[in-house]
């Protein structure tokens, strides 16, 4: 079975400086990971996805996120965080081995990111 | 934006009403989803649809059916709502391809008194 982990609830960080959000997953096979962001009333975004190839991967709004497969991990970073950047964010991860035709994801908890003026 | 349309964006409603969320979509995809969204448990699967009345259950099903008639509507039904049904619901839509991901509506958020 595939799953994810999102271990910090809350992030808070000064406007300027970087941001990490964490995301660890395990799976059977390779993974298929993806980050979403959701604003308030508002559905998820999707921001970046690791599929093969390079571990560093570039999304929207300069957002990028590192593959780690020895630490099972995909956090999620940003050099210079904006108080825009202020929303929910989900990790998410699709197990390749998982067979079947349903292409489900699975989703962590979601870490509410805070950025201050 | 991924063309998906959720109605109604709200409801309330009585413990013990059926109740039914549409979701529409633009996009011709055949796989289509239903989550629900609740405080310390993320977005959990309900049901998906991987085409014209092909559906299959999620995680936390019971108390729920659906249908898919047409490729474009999703519809999501609470046969007698209960309290432990007030979330917020979200429609998701995909093409099928295992490394692309989902696309969400802006939800339906439901109160059950």
């Known amino acids: 079975a595939q799953s994810v982990a999102q271990p910090e609830d809350q992030v808070n960080v000064a406007e300027g400086n970087p941001l990490t959000v964490k995301c660890t997953y395990s799976?059977?096979?390779?993974?298929?990971l993806f980050w979403y962001v959701q604003y308030p009333n508002r559905g998820l975004q999707f921001l970046l996805k690791?599929?093969?190839?390079?571990?560093l991967v570039k999304g929207s709004y300069g957002f990028e996120a590192e593959f780690n497969k020895s630490q099972t991990s995909f956090h999620l970073k940003k050099p210079s965080a904006l108080v825009s950047d202020s929303a929910l964010y989900f990790c998410?991860?699709?197990?390749?081995?998982?067979?079947?035709?349903?292409?489900?994801?699975?989703f962590g908890k979601g870490t509410l990111l805070t950025v201050n003026p | 934006d991924a063309g998906i349309t959720q109605s109604p964006r709200h409801k309330v409603t009585e413990t013990g009403t059926p109740v039914t969320l549409r979701c529409h979509q633009t996009e011709n995809h055949r796989y289509m989803y239903w989550y629900r969204q609740d405080p310390g448990h993320g977005l959990r699967l309900i049901h998906y649809s991987y085409g014209v009345k092909d559906t299959d259950k999620g995680e936390v099903s019971d108390g729920y059916s659906v249908s898919r008639s047409k490729t474009e509507d999703f519809l999501l039904t609470l046969e007698s709502a209960t309290s432990s049904q007030t979330s917020v619901y979200f429609c998701a839509i995909g093409d099928g391809q295992s490394n692309q991901p989902q696309h969400f509506g802006d939800g339906t958020r439901l109160s059950i008194l």
């Open positions: 690791y599929i093969t190839g390079d571990n």
């Open positions: 998410a991860v699709r197990d390749t081995n998982s067979g079947g035709s349903n292409y489900k994801l699975t």
């Open positions: 799976v059977s096979g390779n993974p298929y």
